[in-house]
């Protein structure tokens, strides 16, 4: 307000102001500016909720080694779906191995089982082929396979091969016995008429550490060719067999030659009508295809044999032969130490199969029932012993010096006691062909010994110094007086054969005599044998014999 302006006239302009509008301002207003952060707010939000709905179970699985593996990389995989991935690796406590923690999708929440199995995929070469190649473009990951358990599990230990068998595969599983493992191992194939049908799955030693366990899967629809009656072997290697018909070359597939291989195949003497053998079913792992196929052994008969000679070339799984025919095995092979004789006889323990006889067993049960009633193995046993019945180490190859045992008649064989009540049964034995063979030679070089080669020599000497003389002195005196006498002889020849040669007179005279004596030789020939006849012409002289009669002229017919 200035100086000259009067204080009425500003009073009215005041009161012409329109009065004013009091509002009330609310006390929690909000500013446009706090929308951004609200709504980034909620966009986190759902973003957390959406993680946390997708995200399954927290797993970890340990590994040997963390080749192929990378943490916030690797994925987790099930038939090739991605079920989940590796978010982190470290080493365990104890530095042994690594562990690998995984992130399970919400749906995989099946896969923390107690039967899941884990392994890293990788490129792989084997002698079942390749596999994993397509790691090569796309990296390693971590295979899966959920089995049927529910229980929750959350760790695990990976396995460092691929299964051969994931779950839910169509067909079964069988169990295999056998003594050693021999070339086989997890993935070694199962082939049936040479087609392959399974492989070998696992295999465990026994708790008795005596034999080893295998488990093999056939792949449907062909582990309906297994029955009870099935027989399964070893198909390993190369058979070679050396026969009548030549040399026979057999081997299941190159695979089994390299990685070995189970076969297996139904006998032609079984029942057709078997029943399909069911899952986990026993089976016994033969050695080879003859041994499997052969017909049932039937009950074991031990025996044991003491030899008095050296068994070298004698091993164990010899063949026994009953003769020619394989009934049994040399179990084992043993020193022992008789005081009396002080010597060390050889026990030898076998086991024969006395049903591998085949008909000739069933005679011989069928005449013991009939005459004494006793059919027994060991009361057989006894008549064919009371019969000659011997065991004899004989060689089976002169070139590698390989022995077997042979159960064989020996004729004028020596009587013996034999207790049917032993156990073991005891067998007589007798000396091998070969031991014989060397006795005969000891024998011939003893009497060789005997002959006095010294003073045969000495004689020998002898006669030929005398004898040496004998031609100096021939020589000297007896072949130039020889020399003359046939100078002598020659000359004598010569006037002899002038005389007589040509037409000389001497030779005509010569020729008449011979003639005259040859006639002489006649008569007297003659007269000889008419005194054979007529002795009485001595005294009574010699009576000529009468003259014929005439004979009647023929009558003519009227």
């Given at each position: 307000m200035t100086d000259n302006e009067n204080p009425s006239e500003l009073v009215d302009e005041i009161a012409d102001l329109p009065d004013p509008v009091v509002?009330?301002?609310?006390?929690?207003?909000?500013?446009?500016?706090?929308?951004?952060?609200?709504?980034?707010?909620?966009i986190g939000l759902s973003l957390v909720v959406g993680k946390w709905l997708k995200v399954g179970p927290v797993i970890t699985i340990s590994f040997q080694t963390a080749e192929g593996i990378e943490a916030n990389k690797t994925p987790v995989k099930y038939k090739n779906v991605v079920i989940g991935k590796v978010t982190a690796i470290r080493l365990s406590d104890d530095r042994s191995n690594i562990v690998?923690?995984?992130?399970?999708?919400?749906?995989?929440?099946?896969?923390?089982?107690?039967?899941?199995?884990?392994?890293?995929?990788?490129?792989?070469?084997?002698?079942?082929?390749?596999?994993?190649?397509?790691?090569?473009?796309?990296?390693?990951?971590?295979?899966?396979?959920?089995?049927?358990?529910?229980?929750?599990?959350?760790?695990?230990?990976?396995?460092?091969?691929?299964?051969?068998?994931?779950?839910?595969?169509?067909?079964?599983?069988?169990?295999?016995?056998?003594?050693?493992?021999?070339?086989?191992?997890?993935?070694?194939?199962?082939?049936?008429?040479?087609?392959?049908?399974g492989r070998v799955v696992a295999y465990e030693l026994d708790k008795d550490g005596r034999n080893v366990s295998l488990q093999v899967f056939i792949d449907a629809p062909h582990d309906g060719y297994v029955t009870d009656a099935t027989r399964f072997w070893n198909a390993s290697g190369i058979d070679v067999s050396l026969g009548a018909n030549g040399l026979q070359i057999n081997s299941q597939s190159l695979a089994t030659v390299l990685a070995g291989g189970v076969a297996f195949q139904t006998p032609t003497y079984a029942a057709p009508s078997s029943p399909v053998a069911d899952e986990n079913s026993q089976f016994t792992l033969y050695d080879d295809m003859p041994m499997a196929m052969a017909p049932p052994d039937g009950e074991p008969q031990y025996l044991q044999m003491r030899f008095q000679q050296s068994m070298r070339g004698l091993a164990v799984d010899?063949?026994?032969?009953?003769?020619?025919?394989?009934?049994g095995r040399v179990l084992s092979v043993k020193l022992d130490y008789d005081e009396k004789t002080q010597r060390f006889p050889v026990e030898v323990s076998a086991v024969v199969y006395p049903r591998r006889l085949g008909v000739a067993y069933d005679k011989l049960v069928a005449m013991a029932q009939r005459d004494d009633g006793d059919s027994s193995a060991a009361h057989l046993l006894g008549k064919l012993v009371g019969n000659g019945l011997r065991a004899q180490a004989r060689s089976g190859n002169l070139l590698t010096g390989q022995m077997y045992l042979a159960l064989d008649f020996v004729p004028n064989a020596k009587k013996v006691e034999f207790d049917v009540n032993a156990e073991p049964l005891q067998v007589p034995t007798v000396p091998g062909s070969f031991d014989k063979l060397q006795e005969q030679l000891a024998e011939i070089v003893e009497k060789v010994?005997?002959?006095?080669?010294?003073?045969?020599?000495?004689?020998?000497?002898?006669?030929?110094?005398?004898?040496?003389?004998t031609i100096q002195r021939v020589n000297g005196e007896v072949l130039p007086s020889l020399k003359d006498t046939l100078d002598g002889a020659k000359t004598t020849l010569g006037s002899v054969n002038g005389v007589v040669g040509g037409d000389s007179k001497v030779l005509n005279d010569l020729s008449q005599t011979l003639r005259e004596v040859q006639r002489m030789a006649r008569s007297l020939r003659v007269f000889g044998d008419y005194l054979d006849r007529?002795?009485?012409?001595?005294?009574?002289?010699?009576?000529?014999?009468?003259?014929?009669?005439?004979?009647?002229?023929?009558?003519?017919?009227p």
């Open positions: 509002r009330q301002r609310s006390r929690f207003g909000v500013s446009l500016i706090w929308l951004v952060p609200a709504i980034a707010a909620l690998a923690q995984v992130d399970l999708d919400k749906g995989a929440s099946s896969f923390a089982t107690a039967d899941t199995r884990y392994w890293v995929v990788r490129p792989r070469v084997g002698l079942g082929g390749i596999s994993g190649v397509d790691t090569l473009l796309s990296g390693a990951f971590i295979g899966a396979d959920v089995g049927e358990s529910t229980e929750f599990q959350d760790d695990f230990i990976g396995l460092e091969i691929p299964p051969p068998v994931t779950h839910g595969a169509p067909g079964r599983r069988y169990v295999l016995h056998t003594g050693d493992l021999g070339s086989l191992d997890i993935g070694s194939p199962v082939y049936y008429r040479r087609i392959q049908v010899a063949p026994v032969e009953f003769l020619g025919i394989a009934i010994n005997d002959v006095p080669f010294v003073e045969i020599g000495k004689n020998l000497n002898n006669s030929l110094a005398g004898l040496d003389k007529h002795p009485e012409a001595l005294i009574r002289g010699r009576n000529d014999p009468p003259a014929p009669a005439a004979t009647p002229p023929a009558k003519e017919n």
